[in-house]
């Protein structure tokens, strides 16, 4: 039995406490042998992902059906929920024998997961509930539940393999910026998995050099990072002129897009790969980059993923593809979510990776359905094209930006300026970004102070005051493709 989920709950109140209780807790349970904290399943689970890494299609195949059918079993027998909708809709379970039928169960929506609460969690798991909530950049959280001994350790393993793959082992020291509570004003160190916590809702000029300081005494191997907070962090270690920090082997980007020229600036500031993975609180799907190219590898072992068009209808997974993210957990029991719409649009990579393994592959990411702007003429835009796609020479003058749209063919460009900035960076923008959109783009500039980030830490580049019902879908003036 793994300890670490009886103390999960308590986990906030550890992060809050004062540094020399954190020291000293942390440091007597991180010499806690790792069977203790996570259970056997940990060991299990890592074992098997480092044999499967090597499997055929096949055996993947196989291997992720007999997950599937073991969960649907469990769901029509255990679930609320999925019992009534199999009376419903009349699903006969003699006709799901593989995944090509799985589009017969019904999607699930996250507004469907908010009401039904109970009615999904498996009658015969709720004494082994771990509550845990999610919420994203939505800002409206979402209650979970998992297998207490099960979800979580299976949770690490796969992710241990993946930033394996970007070049971080576990127990080396990474710093995270990623928007967690931090107490003390610039950073905190947490013993247990050898974390510097970056206080990133603290990022100023002042204390992002008193925070490049540490980090170069800390010597971190990797720096997990939202993005957008990577991205503030390196633009000022760009205008303080400082060097990057020489042990930081790996930027780890998750939970958020990550734009290309994001990417190559990142790369470019801190001389380090920048991997980037896609994840999220449901824990539906888990892909990430490998050790060789830039494509998000699906886990077939953590999930079964689907992309699917506006009415729900399946796509063929063919390079080029696009569609909406629907995944289905096989790591949790206990509130088991089948073809859960993610919102996220995704683009399908090429049919295999030059790394040999057999996973799918994901091109990019483009992010939720609302990251589109509007043009004049109904027209829409990913932010990826508009933006992150192309270089401006402007963004080495820029602390932070935001668009705004309140109207189609409207959009108001916020910036928090470096000194630099000039009447030729306004200039830059609004031409790139006219020329993108065709004409179909007025563009206006707010000079400001500060951005503030989301309750969550996280950092909006576009705040889309428009309902965008499904408009990723239909013609997209994309100048990226
Ligand atoms: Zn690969």
Known sequence: MAIEDFLHPWKNLYRIAPSPVKRTLGQFYAALPMWVRYGKLLAQTRRLLDQSQGWSWEQHREYQWSLMSALLDHCLTNVPYYRKVAADLGIDRRQINSQDDWHRLPLLTKDMVRSLGMELVAENMRNKMLSSNTGGSTGQPLQLYWERGRTRSLERAFMWRQWAWGGFRYGQRTVVMRGQTVNEPLWHYDPIDKHLFVNSYNLTLDSAARIIRKLRQF?????????????????????????????????????????????????????????????????????????????????????????????????????????????????????????????????????????????????????????????ADGRTISLTGLVFGQHWHAFSHIRKVQLVQEQAGRVCVRVVPTAEWNEHDEAEIRTKMNQCARGGLETTFELVDEIAPTSRGKHIFLVQKLTLPSAWAGEVADSQS
């Open 219 to 375: 010597r971190p191997v990797s720096i997990q990072a939202y993005p957008s907070i990577a991205t503030t962090f390196a633009m000022m270690l760009n205008e303080l002129g400082e060097p990057p920090i020489p042990s930081v082997k790996v930027l780890l980007c998750g939970s958020e897009n990550l734009y290309p020229e994001q990417k190559r600036m990142l790369a470019e500031v801190l001389k380090a790969r920048v991997y980037s993975w896609y994840g999220h609180g449901e824990s539906c799907c888990l892909a990430g980059y490998c050790d060789q190219a830039d494509y998000y590898h699906v886990y077939s072992e953590y999930g079964y993923t689907e992309l699917v068009g506006p009415q729900g209808n399946v796509l063929p997974w063919t390079p080029g593809t696009r569609g909406e993210i629907v995944a289905t957990s096989l790591i949790d029991d206990t509130m088991p979510l089948i073809r859960y719409r993610t919102g996220d649009i995704a683009v399908v990579g090429p049919e295999k990776c030059v790394c040999g393994r057999n996973y799918r592959l994901i091109e990019r990411i483009e992010g939720r359905k609302q990251e589109y702007v509007v043009t």
